[in-house]
């Protein structure tokens, strides 16, 4: 058996709350899933820090980090983000996530494409892929992937568009990740949506502690639950589960440019 990969978490806020040990007992669930890695995405610069500390913990469940602004933190100081990636980390895959925000406009929507923009640049500067959530936004998010460029290695993370906004971004070379919502009842435009996407280009993911898929709704997410998805949307796509699971393990670690895992 394959293992599935969580393409997207925030495991670090149980980690930086609760220690450890609390970190630990979710690794171990999620492997007794069949989760053999997680990739921890910052939203600011002390999650991102803890996202990077995460990736010490030694088990096997494998362990990376992306560090970035979410683009409700758009005025916080990206060089903050900027030094964390320059120094180098062994388990740094990506900046983000990073991006628009229309919905909810925690921040000015100028700041947010400022600090979208600064983050693009980094990503290429590094050449690590770029994590991107757009909510609301997608002609915005088109406008300045277009004119920054779009990194080879770019994903739209929980996506949550049209059939049309799939479109695009796979024409602009982004890849698409997929995560709870796709369960909900009110989401058969996203549903709509994923039917189009080309399996090696889909990602699956739990963003949690947020978004837990049904039957889980009302309680905090976990990695441990991204078979959930995955085995939702193989459904879906009337695809069988193991080769999904596969894709898309496979799909991830070409994304982060990290070793396949073994089966």
């Known amino acids: 058996m394959s293992y599935w990969t969580d393409a997207h978490c925030h495991l670090q806020d149980e980690f930086l709350r609760d220690g450890e040990a609390s970190a630990r007992d979710s690794l171990d669930r999620a492997l007794a899933a069949g989760v053999g890695r997680v990739v921890v995405i910052g939203t600011d610069e002390n999650n991102s820090r803890g996202a990077l500390a995460l990736t010490a913990i030694d088990g096997p469940v494998e362990v990376y980090a992306a560090v970035g602004l979410h683009p409700h933190e758009a ?38 494409r400022r600090a979208f923009a600064a983050q693009i640049a980094l990503a290429h500067e590094l050449n690590l892929a770029l994590v991107i959530h757009a909510r609301d936004a997608f002609d915005d998010l088109f406008e300045i992937l277009s004119h920054e460029g779009v990194p080879p290695r770019t994903v739209i993370h929980c996506f949550t568009g049209t059939p049309d906004d799939a479109a695009g971004c796979l024409a602009l070379g982004c890849d698409i990740s997929v995560a709870g919502v796709v369960t909900f ?49 193989a459904e879906l796509r009337g695809e069988d589960v193991e080769v999904v699971r596969r894709t898309t393990s496979a799909n991830t670690a070409r994304l982060f440019a990290i070793p396949e895992l073994p089966d």
């Open 75 to 112: 005025l916080s100081d990206v060089e903050a983000i900027a030094r964390l990636a320059r120094a180098g980390h062994p388990r740094l895959v990506a900046i983000g996530e990073t991006g628009l925000d229309y919905f909810y406009e925690h921040a000015p929507r100028e700041a947010q």
């Open 185 to 233: 009842k009110n989401a058969q435009s996203l549903r709509d949506a994923v039917l189009t996407v080309p399996l090696d280009r889909l990602h699956v993911e739990t963003d949690s502690p947020f978004l837990a898929p049904v039957p889980h709704r009302g309680r905090p997410n976990e990695p441990a639950w991204v078979h959930v998805v995955g085995e939702f949307v």
